[in-house]
Nanobody, 126 residues
């Protein structure tokens, strides 16, 4: 499956953005979806994941209560709604897809995903 991430941009602290990850080549609902991010000088880190059905979600502690991952099968897209953004959220955000899913998407390691999008930059300013 090929993934295309979009929706990044410049936002003030406290603001919101919604990222989109659209799949082509395969039906995205056949895959669990995930979002990761990489800040300058840091390693890529897990942000959120969603099961194939959309019933299961899992979040990093740093974004829990502020970010929401969701999916829409009709548009073949996984979303990441980001609210109450702070300076530490500045990073390149990557979406990913995982073929096998138990329904409990605690897929926090990047090695568990087989397909990746190109990344979209989110910059939070003070």
């Amino acid at each position: 499956v090929q993934l295309q991430a979009s929706g990044g941009g410049l936002v003030q602290a406290g603001g919101s953005l919604r990222l989109s990850c659209t799949a082509s080549g395969r039906t995205f609902s056949s895959y669990a979806g995930g979002w990761f991010r990489q800040a300058p000088g840091k390693e890529r880190e897990f942000v959120a994941a969603i099961s194939r059905s959309g019933d299961g979600t899992y979040y990093a502690d740093s974004v829990k209560g502020r970010f929401t991952i969701s999916r829409d099968s009709a548009s073949n897209t996984v979303y990441l709604q980001m609210n109450s953004l702070n300076l530490e959220d500045t990073a390149v955000y990557y979406c990913a897809a995982r073929r096998f899913d138990s329904g409990n998407p605690q897929y926090t390691s990047s090695r568990l995903y087989g397909s990746w999008g190109q990344g979209t930059l989110v910059t939070v300013s003070s």
